[in-house]
């Protein structure tokens, strides 16, 4: 079994910062593709940022030079460093991670249970 666990959301007044962090435990083998997806009330959820196992990286273009993903592969975990926040970007954030389990050819994605961002004043 996999599991995603996410953490560092909050509420923050707007041009405030908060950093989301996602961590995957259990039988993994490799990691391809981590995102971060947010889904605002009476909104279909849209990619925010992704980052491939090389690095490359891409955004929507709302969140270009505010918002920046990394990850830490020895730690199966991505990161999503929020800057210069606005009222838009309030919305239920998750990670995403396209992964192989150890044994299996398969590769799969798999959901964090979603972290709550607030951005008001």
């Known amino acids: 079994q996999v599991q995603l666990v996410e953490s560092g959301g909050g509420l923050v007044q707007p041009g405030g910062s908060l950093r989301l962090s996602c961590a995957a435990s259990g039988s993994i083998f490799r990691i391809f593709v981590m995102a971060w997806y947010r889904q605002a009330p009476g909104k279909q959820r849209e990619l925010v940022a992704g980052?491939?196992?090389?690095?490359?990286?891409n955004y929507t273009t709302s969140v270009k030079d505010r918002f920046t993903v990394s990850r830490d592969n020895a730690k199966n975990t991505v990161y999503l460093q929020m800057n210069s926040l606005k009222p838009e970007d309030t919305a239920v954030y998750y990670c995403n991670m396209n992964l192989q389990q150890i044994g299996t050819r398969n590769i799969y994605d798999y959901w964090g249970q979603g972290t709550q961002v607030t951005v008001s004043s």
């Open positions: 980052i491939t196992s090389r690095g490359t990286t």
